[in-house]
Nanobody, 124 residues
Framework: QVQLVESGGGLVQAGGSLRLACAASGGTFSSYSMGWFRQVPGKEREFVAAISWSGGSTYYADSVKDRFTISRDDAKNTVYLQMNSLKPEDTAVYYC?????????????????WGQGAQVTVSS
């Protein structure tokens, strides 16, 4: 069983930056593809970014491309989401997720383990 714990959320002004971290334990982190999703009340969980198990491939939602960067540090069992040029519409609870599959998934159903979420609030 894999446990995921997000950190780094908070309140930031529009145009600012935050970096989320997701620490994994209880599994073989280097074998999992990792993803970030976000959710606002009343809406479905939305794909943000994903990185392959090797780190060689990354994928981004169009809404965050060129502003967000996903990366991983297998030595620390941690995946990061660097968020720059933040906008009020980026406000959400951000979740990290781990996928035991070979291919990268962009749908929540493709992931096997989830963190508890971290609130990100961007003020205008």
């Amino acid at each position: 069983q894999v446990q995921l714990v997000e950190s780094g959320g908070g309140l930031v002004q529009a145009g600012g930056s935050l970096r989320l971290a997701c620490a994994a334990s209880g599994g073989t982190f280097s074998s999992y593809s990792m993803g970030w999703f976000r959710q606002v009340p009343g809406k479905e969980r939305e794909f943000v970014a994903a990185i392959s198990w090797s780190g060689g491939s990354t994928y981004y939602a169009d809404s965050v491309k060129d502003r967000f960067t996903i990366s991983r540090d297998d030595a620390k069992n941690t995946v990061y989401l660097q968020m720059n040029s933040l906008k009020p519409e980026d406000t959400a609870v951000y979740y990290c997720a781990a996928d035991r599959g070979i291919t990268i998934a962009t749908m929540p159903a493709g992931y096997d383990y989830w963190g508890q979420g971290a609130q990100v609030t961007v003020s205008s």
